[in-house]
């Protein structure tokens, strides 16, 4: 099994300032099976980037994704309040099938 | 905005089953894969498992595999996730979620989650 572990814990910046995630696998990761969510409290996740760094549908462009084989990078520019929440990498591999999450970042906003 | 609908929330004994179930429109419902996953409080999501909706065809990691059992109903655009020999370690808020398999396109959308709370 793939383990994702996310750096840092918990990040508190400011309206307008850069956040950077980091998520770091145990093994190579192909970038097509890389994935990052927004989870809001009290809603299910919400799917922000796929392949590494494609946007999903209606997602701004304030997020941006890159990386690869083991470390992989979510950046938010120009935080909003509105980004508040938990976010969380995600890989597939195929052998043996299955897909695992990292333990997710906090993101709070000052 | 695409919806699943997912069963409302359970309290079960230990040593029970529950079984969730996630309704999809029917478009995406045959078009793609469900997936399950659940989260413990302050925890990531957990894979527990996938099912081809049009063949029935299901995969588990293995740490559930036995335990865990995926259905669907295509008649009415409905997935089932059951789970049996309950613990309290299966309290959790359980998803359903559509992707393609392998998920090139990430897992989306996500039901609003079913509250299992396992308690004597």
């Known amino acids: 099994e793939v383990l994702l572990t996310q750096s840092p814990g918990t990040l508190s910046l400011s309206p307008g300032e850069r956040a950077t995630l980091s998520c770091r696998a145990s093994q190579s990761v192909g970038s097509h099976f890389l994935a990052w969510y927004q989870q809001k409290p009290g809603q299910a996740p919400r799917l922000l980037i796929y392949?590494?760094?494609t946007r999903a549908t209606g997602i701004p462009d304030r997020f941006s994704g890159g990386g690869s084989g083991t470390d992989f990078i979510l950046t938010i520019s120009r935080l909003e309040a509105e980004d508040v929440g938990v976010y969380y990498c995600?890989?597939?591999?195929?052998?043996?099938?299955?897909?695992?999450f990292g333990q997710g970042t906090r993101l709070e906003i000052k | 905005q695409v919806h699943l609908e997912q069963s409302g929330a359970e309290v079960k004994r230990p040593g029970t089953s529950v079984k969730v179930s996630c309704k999809a429109p029917r478009p995406l419902f045959i078009g793609y894969y469900m997936y399950w996953m659940r989260q413990a409080p302050g925890q990531g999501p957990e894979w527990l498992g996938w099912i081809n909706p049009n063949t029935g065809t299901t995969g588990s990691p293995q740490k559930f595999q036995g335990r865990v059992t995926m259905t669907r109903n295509t008649s009415i655009s409905t997935g089932y996730m059951e789970l049996t020999r309950l613990t309290s370690a299966d309290s959790a808020m359980y998803y359903c979620?559509?992707?393609?398999?392998?998920?090139?396109?990430?897992?989306?959308?996500w039901g609003q989650g079913t509250l299992i709370t396992v308690s004597s």
């Open positions: 995600q890989q597939y591999r195929g052998s043996p099938p299955g897909i695992t």
């Open positions: 392949g590494a760094s």
């Open positions: 979620a559509l992707g393609q398999l392998p998920p090139g396109r990430g897992v989306d959308p």
